[in-house]
T-cell receptor
Framework: GDSVTQMEGPVTLSEEAFLTINCTYT??????LFWYVQYPGEGLQLLLK?????DKGSNKGFEATYRKETTSFHLEKGSVQVSDSAVYFC?????????????FGKGTKLSVIP | EAGVAQSPRYKIIEKRQSVAFWCNPI?????LYWYQQILGQGPKLLIQ????????DSQLPKDRFSAERLKGVDSTLKIQPAKLEDSAVYLC???????????????FGPGTRLTVL
């Protein structure tokens, strides 16, 4: 079945450092890929998505490129801020019978210190 | 545009008691999902509705969990009786416009944090 593996945390960075959170996936077809972010005490928010190979999703300075050859969707940001402290989830969605169920990774907790 | 609403935000019960969670999706969204998120893990799908019909409930522990979406709008998830391992955050999400095929982007509510003692 489908699965998502993302780098384990927690990750602690200083403000303005470069961020990479690795994510790889296993899927039978051609999934859409997502990064969701969960701030403390809140629900999941869609951060960015990509629906086909070589697509780049971007939002709020975060980027991720859909790499079919390496089955990866790594999240990057050039300069993190304290406000980026949250848990980040990589996920995939593969349509089946009109259903777009999400399969999530375990999440990576990011802490950014001033 | 209002987001996905859930209530209550927090609930503490003792094992073997029953509990119910409520979700109101984004207006016009035909597809509704319930997820269970255990501490330190990613969300796991429990059940998916398309309008008022069940699309997938294969991961719902049907001996104790039930869910309904009678009028194709809001939904209720119930646990009876609760076990210690049911302690988790229960997330509701919605997607897709009514009358249109589901889309791949889901929008999540704030969740209900359940603690079973």
């Amino acid at each position: 079945g489908d699965s998502v593996t993302q780098m384990e945390g927690p990750v602690t960075l200083s403000e303005e450092a470069f961020l990479t959170i690795n994510c790889t996936y296993t899927a039978t077809g051609y999934p859409s890929l997502f990064w969701y972010v969960q701030y403390p005490g809140e629900g999941l928010q869609l951060l960015l998505k990509a629906t086909k190979a070589d697509d780049k999703g971007s939002n709020k300075g975060f980027e991720a490129t859909y790499r079919k050859e390496t089955t990866s969707f790594h999240l990057e940001k050039g300069s993190v801020q304290v406000s980026d402290s949250a848990v980040y989830f990589c996920a995939l969605s593969e349509p089946g019978a009109g259903s777009y169920q999400l399969t999530f990774g375990k999440g990576t907790k990011l802490s950014v210190i001033p | 545009e209002a987001g996905v609403a859930q209530s209550p935000r927090y609930k503490i019960i003792e094992k073997r008691q029953s509990v119910a969670f409520w979700c109101n999706p984004i207006s016009g969204h035909a597809t509704l999902y319930w997820y269970q998120q255990i501490l330190g893990q990613g969300p796991k799908l429990l059940i998916q509705f398309q309008n008022n019909g069940v699309v997938d409930d294969s991961q719902l522990p049907k001996d104790r969990f039930s869910a309904e979406r009678l009028k194709g709008v809001d939904s209720t998830l119930k646990i009876q009786p609760a076990k210690l391992e049911d302690s988790a955050v229960y997330l509701c999400a919605s997607s897709g416009l009514a009358g249109v095929m589901s889309t791949d982007t889901q929008y999540f509510g704030p969740g209900t944090r359940l603690t079973v003692l």
